[in-house]
């Protein structure tokens, strides 16, 4: 009985982590639908690994055919500590989480998210919203979204792509 009540009070208080909620609120429009509750299914891991109010950028890959295997990308900034982490996200299997470790973070898949991370903390976010598709197709094109958990705050940042001297292709 006492471990039954136990694993009532600890769902309980994980089910109440305000982050959450903070997400539920700023996915409004989208969070009905059932692709919307599987993206919050797999960032609910993410954002219990977060003590603060973080910075989540997130890019989904797009693919029709690929809706019950969904995969996305997820940087996870904690302004106090200053600490960046990636995580590959595959909807299909949220219980394992693969965080990509601080050597692999300066790679060429992950760059986008830090110019967006760095052009966010510059103050920089008109900048980021004018940013057009670098691709024509729209399976290819997969946004960024950028929540900001401190400033209750969700952006929409098109797919672009950087050149070798870190500039946005347009």
């Known amino acids: 009985m006492k471990k039954y009540l136990s694993f ?13 909620k903070q997400y539920k609120v700023l996915e409004t429009d989208n969070y009905r639908k059932e692709i919307s509750h599987k993206k919050f299914t797999a960032l609910k891991s993410i954002l219990n690994k977060s003590e603060r109010k973080p910075i989540l950028i997130v890019s989904w890959d797009k693919s029709m055919l690929a809706t ?13 500590t200053k600490e960046k ?5 595959n ?10 470790n601080s050597v692999q973070l300066n790679t060429r898949e992950y760059k986008e998210f830090l110019y967006i991370l760095d052009e966010y903390l510059k103050g920089n976010e008109e ?6 598709d670098s691709f024509s197709s729209s399976e290819v094109s997969m946004p960024f979204y950028l ?3 401190l400033k209750n705050k969700k952006l929409k940042i ?4 950087l050149n070798e001297n870190r500039k946005a292709i347009q």
């Not at 009532?8 to 959450?20: A, G, H």
């Not at 909807?91 to 990509?100: A, K, P």
């Not at 098109?158 to 792509?161: D, I, L, N, P």
């Open 158 to 161: 098109s797919s672009f792509v």
């Open 85 to 89: 982490k990636i995580f590959k996200i």
């Open 91 to 100: 909807i299909s299997d949220v219980t394992t989480l693969e965080e990509i």
């Open 8 to 20: 009532l009070i600890l769902l309980f208080f994980v089910s109440c982590n305000p982050l959450l």
């Open 147 to 149: 929540y900001d958990f």
């Open 68 to 80: 019950e295997n969904l995969k996305g990308i997820a940087l996870l900034y904690n302004p106090g």
């Open 127 to 132: 900048y980021l919203l004018q940013l057009r």
